[in-house]
């Protein structure tokens, strides 16, 4: 008979796992149900803030796979379902079919959670006032449209992280007057330090959005049902609609309920091959914690290309293989118009947050030879230990074909290299790509000179 | 008494050792004497083919520091000065001075022989003739810039590897009719295997050049001293001018004749600190052996970035310090038009020459993600130990954005890692700079489930 693999999530980890599962048994063998809040599965969240923008053409290109699609494929993907509860000892889901209203249960013989994040929403007055907006859903994105459409000239974005800086630019390029409102005394705060930030200030102001910094909200006025201003701690911004872009939360309510660990960080717990403690329950993506590779902690970093290795290897142990996530470094890579920003591993207050008698140092480099047309500048922090030498992080702020780079010392820092070992590495050089001393190995070599 | 350092060469390897030294000792500790046959020092030989191209404004950008600077600098540099032999048991050079055109000898105590690498030059009938070049110097490059401007309408380049493409694009560039004679099936066939340069060929066809291959040049035609025609195997190619684009060997001669160790691939012998088997004698650059960190080989790979990394570590142990020269892996990169052609590592043939089971395998990927604007397509082939997994090899070839990312393979192969563990890293992921998985992950996803 054959055995049955739930899925809670239809999106990135828990879609990829059901395809993974799916190469490797048959119907017969297996049987894959998914069940989907939301009528969508597989589709690019990271897109919405270019969807917005206009970058991307229509919201269609960002589904990679319909329902339909994996339905062909064998996997019985039930959109509206939404699972309210887990029976961990009788091995079951209770689901709720959303469009019917009716509520029913089914057997898993293992069991995936993969139900994601949820954006950080603060207990502000006024913040459930219409107009004030997340940007996590197509939906989401579609009211953003439909306001700019009927209207709407002035935006406030709360937050300038990745989400915030890239729904920003995105606005913008709509002719909209942007406000960014940040807790913070520098954008980027939660991955960049302070000495690298300054470009990214000056690029936000340069484009011409008000960043106000070091501005927290104290909440939202409204008209009749309307947001009408954001009320901060230096004054109120009037607006016609607001934009939350101030991170996620794992959603492990679900898990937490049924009585699956849940770390402190938020997240569900599991080991490396996606095990929760509870038997036969699996969990990935969005919604549980990493290990990270630098400070051996647990860290919760929602982000899609975890999601995807992490729902390959659920998968993939789920239909009875073996595979192994290898944890995270926290690599990040953004842009704010021409402006690139990229980060791995630790930065220099992390280092510190995390104990570790760590320096920083920042190196200018160009990305081309200097005499080769289009050779840009480029600035990249690397945080080191200091007894070791061991490269413990990564900042780069530049302009074209400066922010990838972080990709050489993600894998540097994925093979605990030392600074030194790095400025000694054979990398590619042509005057149209680096010059002599690629950007990395200048900034290595600088940060070896140092220990 | 100060000790003396005596160099032969000022280009990369020497002036960078020069200017290690200087930083490590005083003038009155050390010496440092530099013996340079031109009337330059460190310029960019590499940036030659697109200054003929136009790309660079000026010879003069690609002169890095002028004798003067580096005499200001404390390093004694003497231009037109050729050092003619090596006499190891006096430990002292015999030089001539090329304008005055007396010899002399100067006493060591210790040697530094960065002699460059010489363009390989057949002994093909007719090659001494006038208009047949190769671009090595910055009289070359000036000689082909008054043949152009004397009226020159056609070329033809002999070689279609990295210098004899590059010669071509920039020839093309100036309004030239160019025609590329190659010996193999193939273009970049030292780099690249054949199943990753079909891409290359059908570039270099596409933008009006007359590539022939399997085609060998057998002699030249002139009328008067002056060339008139190729000669090959395939018929003979009229012509105003020849740029011969074969790649270099090492200048060993000098150290040959004095009794200094040189390899079987022609290159001086040095260990990872730079030393020669001779006492007190050192060498660095394009004149030497280095070890490829894949076969354990020594190998001659002409590049600035070795000849820079050797140099400064030669500079750091003449000037007693201590440091070590990692090896190569054989990593390059190059460009032709919008065309990125990049490889470290072995190559597919190389790895079957160098006796290892290995095999290939191409994966064709997206630049950024499928629907964001700019996504470009590249091919990247990985060549893996069939026993073992272990990357041996990468090579890529795409259009923007694809190039630079064999740094990140170059950064594993250094790393000995498997292609299962890079397929687990954490790389950056946003939109505009990759899907999801990026190509790197994607192909040794790919590459990983055929073991």
Redesign the interface.
């Given at each position: 008979m054959a055995r049955t693999m739930v899925i809670i999530g239809g999106d990135?980890a828990g879609m990829t796992a059901a395809a993974q599962a799916r190469r490797m048994k048959t119907v017969d063998e297996l049987g894959i149900v998914v069940f989907e809040r939301t009528r969508r599965t597989s589709y690019?969240a990271?897109?919405l803030p270019?969807l917005v923008g206009g970058?991307?053409?229509s919201p269609d290109?960002?589904i990679a796979r319909a329902p339909a699609q994996h339905r062909a494929n064998g996997i019985d993907v039930r959109i509206r379902h939404e699972v309210t509860a887990i029976d961990v000892k009788a091995g079951a889901v209770i689901v709720r079919d959303l469009d019917a209203g009716l509520e029913s249960s089914l057997h898993y013989d293992e069991l995936l959670i993969a139900t994601g994040a949820s954006g950080v929403s603060p207990p502000w007055p006024g913040i459930d006032a219409k107009g004030v907006l997340q940007l996590r859903t197509l939906d989401d994105a579609a009211e953003v449209e439909r306001l700019i459409t009927a209207g709407a000239r002035r935006a406030v974005v709360v937050g300038a992280g990745?989400i915030g800086l890239e729904v920003a630019e995105g606005l913008l390029e709509r002719g909209l007057h942007v406000t960014v409102l940040e807790r913070l005394a520098a954008p980027m705060g939660a991955v960049l330090d302070a000495d690298m930030a300054e470009d990214v200030t000056a690029a936000i102001r340069a484009a011409g959005i008000d960043l106000r910094l070091e501005t927290s909200v104290t909440g939202f006025a409204s008209v009749g049902a309307k947001v009408s201003a954001v009320e901060t701690t230096t004054g109120a911004f009037e607006t016609d609609f607001v934009v939350i872009g101030l991170g996620v939360r794992p959603n492990a309510e679900l898990a937490r309920a049924a009585g699956i660990g849940v770390g402190e960080a938020g997240g569900i717990r599991v080991d490396d091959r996606m095990r929760t403690g509870t038997p036969n329950v699996w969990a990935a993506g969005d919604c549980v914690e990493s290990r990270h590779?630098i400070t051996g902690r647990s860290a919760v970093v929602a982000?899609?290309?975890?999601a995807?290795?992490q729902g390959r290897v659920a998968g993939t142990n789920m239909a009875g293989g073996s595979a192994?996530?290898?944890?995270?470094?926290?690599?990040?890579?953004?842009?704010f118009q021409t402006l690139?920003i990229?980060r791995?591993g630790l930065s220099e207050r992390e280092a510190a947050a995390a104990g570790l008698d760590a320096f920083g140092v920042i190196t200018e480099a160009s990305s081309r030879?200097?005499?080769?047309?289009g050779a840009a500048p480029m600035k990249i922090k690397m945080v080191v230990e200091r007894k070791t030498g061991r490269l413990l992080g990564a900042q780069i702020v530049g302009r074209a074909?400066s922010?990838?780079?972080?990709?050489?010392l993600?894998?540097?820092l994925?093979?605990q290299?030392t600074v030194g070992?790095v400025a000694?590495?054979?990398?590619?050089?042509?005057?149209?790509?680096?010059p002599?001393?690629?950007p990395?190995l200048l900034a290595a070599g600088k940060a070896s000179a140092m220990i």
């Open positions: 990135a690019a990271c897109g270019y970058f991307v053409a290109s960002l990745y590779r982000l899609g290309t975890h995807n290795k192994t996530f290898g944890g995270v470094l926290g690599t990040a890579i953004t842009r690139e990229a791995t030879a200097h005499y080769y047309p074909e922010g990838k780079r972080i990709d050489v993600a894998t540097a994925w093979n290299m070992e000694g590495m054979d990398l590619s050089y042509a005057p149209p790509f680096s002599v001393w690629d990395v």
